[in-house]
């Protein structure tokens, strides 16, 4: 079986202007991430979550800094972004807010 995960290119994201309007940051302890693939891919699923602007993930620290609009998306929003980043029967991914700043 081929690994899903292989070769996942970071998105790049324009936020819309709604989105930039208030920044709020989350900080995630993310679970069962690898590679810098696996980043990638949870990197990817958060960025494409409407109210979300920015995002850096460490695969080898399992964190992650997200940036985003708390009156667009809440924080729990956030971790099930990450759950669906995984969920392709290799890879699961969970997550938990550790530090909200908003």
Do not use: F, W
């Not at 699923?45 to 667009?72: C, F, M």
């Amino acid at each position: 079986m081929e690994d899903p995960c292989r070769d996942i290119a970071p998105l790049e994201k324009q936020p819309k202007s709604e989105e930039q309007v208030r920044q709020d940051t989350v900080y995630l302890s993310i679970s069962g991430m690898n590679c810098g693939n696996c980043a990638n891919r949870v990197r990817n699923a958060l960025l494409t979550t409407y109210g979300v602007t920015s995002v850096i993930v460490s695969h080898t620290d399992g964190l992650a800094e997200v940036r985003y609009n708390s009156s667009l998306v809440p924080a729990e929003a956030l971790i099930g972004s990450v759950r669906a980043a995984g969920g392709d029967g290799v890879h699961n991914y969970d997550a938990a807010v550790m530090l909200q700043d908003s």
